[in-house]
């Protein structure tokens, strides 16, 4: 039998750190410890399904608002993709026009670059704002288990699931997303600072070609 050469060791050994790391991700991905069989569910009474049904309500407007912000990031980078058109435009034209007019041109140019570093500002917050949703997804499915338990147990279906484990779990899930709204309330003021920046940057750029400031979307 052969020896291994160093090439072969040196890539096996990139080949389970890669496995290794791969599993330790995965692993690391929110998920819930209690949940309630959906076999049990089909057991409850007929009569319970409504109750099931608004429990469920929770979930559903936290995968809305979830919904929502990937939507905000979205449009946000749309609007940038938009932006940067404007300063390729801006910028041809510059050279199609006279020295007044490349003065003005660099103006504009300056105010859109302004709005782009911005709008990068408020896609790095919307995807801080889209962790949160996630976090609070994980907390709404939580609650709807712990729903789902005490639905079955009113009803006498048998559980051998402990009440409580899904209380505590709900409490934990709940007490890591009251954090995070603080560290996303502060990013908010963060954002909210540079957007009064931006907005210096853009009145003086109207002032200057003797304009009032535009709405937002219109330079």
Same mark, same amino acid.
């Given at each position: 039998?052969?020896?291994?050469?160093?090439?072969?060791?040196?890539?096996?050994?990139?080949? +389970?750190?890669?496995? $290794?790391?791969?599993?330790?991700?995965?692993?690391?991905?929110?998920?819930?410890?209690?949940?309630?069989?959906? #076999?049990?569910?089909?057991?409850?009474?007929?009569?319970?399904?409504?109750?099931? @049904?608004?429990?469920?309500?929770?979930?559903?407007?936290?995968?809305?608002?979830?919904? $929502?912000?990937?939507?905000?990031?979205?449009?946000?980078?749309?609007?940038?993709?938009?932006?940067?058109?404007?300063?390729?435009?801006?910028? &041809?034209?510059?050279?199609?026009?006279?020295?007044?007019?490349?003065?003005?041109?660099?103006? &504009?140019?300056?105010?859109?670059?302004?709005?782009?570093?911005?709008?990068?500002?408020?896609?790095?917050?919307?995807?801080?704002?889209?962790?949160? *949703?996630?976090?609070?997804?994980?907390? *709404?499915?939580?609650?709807? &288990?712990?729903?789902?338990?005490?639905?079955?147990?009113? !009803? !006498?279906?048998?559980?051998?699931?402990?009440?409580?484990?899904?209380?505590?779990?709900?409490?934990?899930?709940?007490? #890591?997303?009251?954090? @995070?709204?603080?560290?996303?309330?502060? #990013?908010?003021? #963060?954002?909210?600072?540079?957007?009064?920046? +931006?907005?210096?940057?853009?009145?003086?750029?109207?002032?200057?070609?003797?304009?009032?400031?535009?709405? +937002? +979307?219109?330079?």
């Amino acid at each position: 039998m052969t020896e291994p050469t160093i090439k072969t060791v040196i890539s096996l050994l990139f080949v +389970w750190i890669a496995v $290794t790391l791969s599993g330790s991700l995965i692993g690391c991905r929110p998920s819930l410890s209690y949940t309630v069989s959906e #076999d049990l569910l089909r057991r409850l009474p007929k009569s319970s399904r409504r109750a099931e @049904f608004q429990a469920k309500t929770v979930v559903t407007i936290a995968i809305d608002r979830r919904s $929502t912000v990937k939507r905000e990031i979205k449009t946000t980078r749309n609007e940038i993709s938009r932006t940067h058109e404007k300063i390729k435009k801006a910028k &041809e034209q510059k050279s199609k026009g006279g020295a007044r007019e490349a003065d003005k041109i660099d103006l &504009e140019v300056d105010m859109l670059g302004s709005k782009v570093n911005y709008l990068h500002d408020m896609v790095d917050h919307h995807q801080v704002r889209l962790k949160l *949703a996630e976090m609070e997804l994980i907390l *709404a499915k939580a609650q709807y &288990e712990l729903s789902k338990v005490r639905l079955v147990k009113s !009803n !006498n279906i048998g559980f051998d699931g402990d009440e409580e484990d899904f209380v505590s779990q709900v409490k934990s899930i709940q007490e #890591d997303v009251n954090d @995070f709204r603080k560290d996303v309330g502060a #990013d908010a003021a #963060d954002l909210k600072r540079r957007e009064e920046e +931006w907005l210096v940057v853009k009145k003086k750029y109207y002032s200057s070609i003797g304009e009032s400031s535009k709405g +937002w +979307w219109t330079e």
